[in-house]
């Protein structure tokens, strides 16, 4: 499991003096980079392969609030893949410093072809450096389908 810190900044505060909610996708997003940044996945080889990471969708549970003051850390795990690699789905979960579980993200993603905008497979090497990450427990296979499984599709106003 990957593992990032932050200090919960007054910036990161909300009305209700508690982490707001805009604070946790943040945080979720820079976990993400961070991951991948690590793994290999840079700004130099994303910018070679014309390549960037897209969110289709965020999902948080919270648990417990949290506040400035103490640290905080936001696991990453590997969810699930598509056998192409163009869609991916995280989980993130949010835990103070004794461990206690504060709050929990899904995110479902993709990779986008940067020249022609539109979404892409990973090329294989990518697709072999991403598939020899640790997954987590729940890890299934993706499909197509399963970015539309809550039902959302787009409605023109036309």
Known sequence: MYLKEFEVRWSDVDANRHLAN??????????????????????????????????????????KEVFPGKPIR?????????EDGMFFEFYHNFYDEKGRHLAHGEMMGAWIDLQKR??????????????????SGEFRTLTKEDTRAHGKFPKDLA
């Open 118 to 135: 539109s979404l892409t497979a990973l090329p294989t090497d990518l697709l072999e450096t991403f598939n020899s990450f640790e997954k």
């Open 74 to 82: 936001v696991s990453l795990e590997i969810a699930g893949m598509s």
């Open 22 to 63: 805009s604070a946790f996708v943040n945080y979720m997003s820079h976990t993400r980079m961070g991951f991948l940044m690590e793994m290999g996945f840079n700004h130099k080889t994303m910018a070679e392969r014309s390549l960037g990471p897209v969110v289709l969708y965020e999902h948080i549970y919270y648990f």
